[in-house]
């Protein structure tokens, strides 16, 4: 398995993503807008006009006046607002650089933020995002574009290796949130693709005031054995500080300890979510990308209408 993804492969997926049906240049209003428009409105609606009801028309939208006075049902028509800024905020730190099946966490968030990019740029949205967790090389900010630069940019980083053996930085991934509060526009979609395997208790309040501005997606990147530790027998295990441990992988104990742990952190994040009504679409390195973040949008546009 490639530790880091290839910049043409990333480039490609530029063609796919136009099966997330995320083309938005239909109405909000008619039968199809896509997952993408469906899920991400963002919070400004430019009105377009005042029609008759259609079947499959949502009745949220109905405009009650006109019914009275015409004795027809009739409802108002809005256009999704463009040129929305689009944040990708990728983590690159040691940590990603992990996968026992399928592939690689950093070529899984490569791979999902490329998928999105792609389809956000396809519809006139601006694209841009943060690059963070390296070690060496820090935080990245590129600014978001209406052309494909700021993308590129991104893509190109997020397939060159990171310094391997440095010791990683903790608060990184709140470092990130708190650069994408101070500089993205109001109403952002603000896509976090990184290891949430840790205590997330930290990040609420920041994550709190990013929603309050934004539409914020949460992306964690999961690998298989972040939550079963494989039974292997004693292993030593070297830390990126370069500490090493010997575990004993094959105790049941430990084993159901690990897996006790790893559902307490993911019960906290999406706990957390939940609270501050964020939509998070976990990622395994052992699925198809693509096919996860399209149920992750269905299961999401569902949850939206039945509300």
Known sequence: ????????????????????GMASNHLVNSSFSGLYSSVFR?????????????????????????????????????????????????????????????????????????????AANAVHDRVGGLSFGDPVAGMRHFR???DRRALWRLLKTLSEPTELGAAPTDDSLLIALQQAERGAATGSLIFVLADFNRETQSLETTLGR?????????????????RAL??????????????????????PAGRAAYTRL?????????????????LAIPLSTDEDVHKT?????????????LR
Not at 77 to 89: A, H, K, N
Not at 262 to 278: D, V, Y
Request: proline share 4%; net charge negative; with cysteine.
């Open 1 to 20: 398995m490639a530790l880091h993804p290839q910049l043409d492969d990333l480039l490609e997926l530029r063609h796919q993503a136009h099966a997330f």
């Open 42 to 118: 963002g919070s400004g609606l430019d009105f377009e006009e005042v029609r008759e009801y259609r079947e499959g028309d949502d009745i949220r939208n109905m405009e009650w006046k006109v019914t009275a006075r015409t004795n027809s049902p009739h409802l108002k028509v809005f256009r999704e607002e463009r040129d929305r800024s689009v944040v990708l905020c990728v983590d690159q730190g040691p940590h990603m650089n992990f996968g026992t099946r399928g592939t690689f966490k950093s070529i899984q968030a490569a791979h999902a933020a490329a998928l999105i990019g792609w």
């Open 144 to 146: 978001p574009t209406k």
């Open 210 to 226: 990013l929603g309050q501005r934004h539409t914020v997606v949460l992306l964690p990147v999961d690998d298989p054995a972040d």
């Open 230 to 251: 494989p039974d292997m027998g004693r292993v030593v295990f070297a830390g990126a500080d370069g500490a090493t441990a010997e575990v004993d992988t094959a105790n």
């Open 262 to 278: 790893w559902e307490s952190h993911r019960a906290a994040l999406l706990g957390m979510a939940n609270r501050l009504a964020t």
């Open 293 to 305: 973040l399209a149920k992750g949008l269905q299961f999401s546009a569902r949850t939206r209408v």
